[in-house]
């Protein structure tokens, strides 16, 4: 998980959705009336896509998983726990069908005051909760941050297949990057492309990693001779 910046919507957009969160009000507010609109909204939910998939990192991955294509609007409060919110603009994220539809679903938890436990990559920097372990290819809580926890038990940021898809992606990157280094000393104009490809492809996560290791630490995780080539990618390509 990345962090993400959140666009503003267009006047339009913005005043649609207001409007659409009207009716859900005058329908009563309650999580039937929500779902059902929300099923008939077509518009709504082109300005909301629209909006959402230049936010998404590389070709428009999931912005919980970073791996399959994003696919659903998420409503990052549930329908079921916040039916005023089903129209809210700060509420919707792009996930993949997974992640949305058999991770997440309905779950929200909360504290004791009633503070969510999930990392929101639009509000936050999710490495304030999350970090990734590149050698194993598992994220683990930071000081056993609870929304960390959390966010990696309710996405199933650990899954089998994620796990493996970032150990391969680790491996695929280092060696890009080298790849990429060798050609900019070059001039080659074929770096750009190398680096584009890197930047759309699955776990961008992976890469967003490697260029956050200290000079401390660098050279035992990505290898010594990746080192000078993740200092020049780093000075480049930033998050």
């Known amino acids: 998980m990345i962090p993400l910046r959140r666009i503003p919507l267009p006047t339009n957009a913005e005043t649609l959705l207001t409007k659409w969160s009207g009716r859900v009000s005058d329908a009563g507010g309650s999580s039937k009336a929500a779902r ?13 896509r629209g909006a959402l998939e230049p936010m998404a990192r590389g070709n428009v991955r999931c912005m919980y998983c970073d791996d399959s294509r994003a696919t659903d609007i ?7 726990k916040a039916p005023l ?24 938890p ?16 999710p490495a304030d ?32 297949d994620l796990v493996k898809g970032r150990l391969d992606a680790f491996d695929r990157a280092c060696s890009n990057i080298r790849d990429w280094f060798v050609l900019i000393q070059d001039d080659d104009p074929h770096a750009d492309r190398l680096a584009q490809a890197l930047l759309d492809s699955p776990f961008i996560d992976v890469v967003h990693a490697m260029t956050r290791l200290g000079p401390a ?10 080192v000078a080539a993740l200092d020049a990618w780093r000075s480049v390509h930033s998050f």
Not at 217 to 226: E, F, H, I, S
């Open 110 to 125: 909360v504290d004791q005051d009633g503070t969510c436990l999930l990392v929101d990559p639009t509000v936050e920097d």
């Open 217 to 226: 630490v660098a050279p035992a995780v990505v290898g010594q001779r990746t």
């Open 36 to 48: 059902d609109l929300w099923v008939r909204a077509a518009s709504p939910k082109k300005h909301v």
């Open 85 to 108: 919110r089903t129209f809210v603009w700060a509420n919707h994220l792009l996930a993949c069908s997974y992640c949305n539809s058999n991770a997440k679903r309905s779950l929200y």
């Open 129 to 160: 909760h999350l970090v990734l372990l590149l050698r194993s290819g598992e994220y683990l809580a930071v000081n056993d941050s609870p929304k960390g926890q959390q966010t990696i038990d309710v996405f199933g940021l650990n899954r089998r």
């Open 74 to 80: 998420d409503h990052f409060q549930p329908i079921e």
